[in-house]
């Protein structure tokens, strides 16, 4: 809770059965994001509906009653799978990666939401790189063809589906940040070239005004937004974070315990003031010049 009794969720971004267990023993109080990619990545076949299940049930099972976001594959772009027989393309990012692979491969969606409903704790199913509302309702249908009762969530990581919030909202149960390439996308800098990363940073204010758009959108509809790319375990962004509306942060394990501690000396009324201040600021770095001056007069 914030200083004023705020509710904020702390989660815990996964990838495996050893991170679970370094979430629960950090105090997260779920997953808002587990990369299922890991079970594909590094293998020569696909893992078949049953690995899967397993796999999702085991690291389910550490979480035990913790709510879990599962986030459908997301591959292509900067995460390859050697045997999925992707295209070579020009511009990879822009090509066929995260949602669009599962929507181009029917049989592949079919497995993977099958065995994520086949775990006995309920999860949340997560789409990756959505920009336009037939991808979700794609996804629900797969979900509900299936005979599955769970939510199905967004993650808001292409301007399109940032700026089109109030859209996706009417059909999304839930919103899901991706600070990381919702960065690289809006300021057109790829996330993984050394020569343009001092640049890349999610404080950059466009990057600060569409999360603001995304919590406007989703406020609309009362859909919850929570941010599970690198901005939620940056100190200076996650007052900013929280001013625009966010009420879910998602962190590696080991900033769990940062993060909640930093989140108790927040006051929301500051927080909102910071964030309307932020926004009509010219540059991450006199937003980051001014979130450090916000914590140390408040000493955190
Ligand atoms: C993101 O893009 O912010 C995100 C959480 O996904 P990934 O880093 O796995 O692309
Ligand atoms: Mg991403």
């Known amino acids: 809770r914030t200083l004023d009794g705020t509710r904020i969720e702390m989660f815990a971004n996964l990838g495996s059965v050893a991170d679970a267990e370094a979430a629960v023993r950090e105090g997260a109080e779920g997953c808002g994001l587990l990369r299922t990619e890991f079970l594909f990545l590094e293998r020569e076949t696909a893992p078949t509906r049953d690995e899967q299940a397993r796999d999702y049930q085991a690291i389910a099972d550490v979480l035990g009653d913790r709510p879990m976001i ?12 050697p045997y999925m027989d992707l295209p070579v393309e020009e511009n990879p990012a822009l090509g066929l990666r995260g949602i669009r692979v599962s929507l181009a491969d029917p049989q592949l969606l079919e497995d993977q939401v099958g065995a994520i409903l086949s775990v006995r704790q309920p999860c949340r199913i997560m789409a990756p790189m ?27 990581e292409t301007p399109a589906a940032a700026i089109s919030a109030d859209i996706l909202a009417t059909k999304a149960d ?9 960065t690289q996308y809006t300021l057109a800098m790829d996330r993984g070239n050394a020569a343009v990363a001092a640049g890349v940073d999610g404080l950059h ?36 974070l929280l001013g625009l509306g ?16 930093l989140v108790g000396k927040l006051d929301m009324a500051k927080c909102r003031a910071a964030a309307i201040h932020a926004l009509a600021l010219p540059s991450a770095a006199a937003v980051r010049a001014r979130i450090t001056n916000m914590l140390q007069e408040i000493g955190a």
């Open 70 to 81: 599962v986030r459908l594959l997301d591959v292509g772009g900067d995460k390859p799978a």
């Open 130 to 156: 959505v920009a336009s509302l037939s991808e979700l309702e794609a996804v629900r249908a797969v979900v509900e063809r299936q005979g599955g009762k769970a939510e199905v969530g967004v993650m808001i």
């Open 174 to 182: 839930f919103f899901s940040i991706g600070t990381n390439d919702l």
């Open 205 to 240: 204010p466009a990057v600060l005004r569409l999360i603001g758009a995304t919590c406007d959108g989703a406020a609309k509809h009362d859909t919850p937004v929570g941010v599970c790319g690198s901005l939620a375990a940056d100190r200076l962004a996650v007052p900013i």
């Open 246 to 261: 966010v009420t879910e942060l998602s962190v590696p394990p080991a900033r769990v315990a940062a993060i909640k501690a």
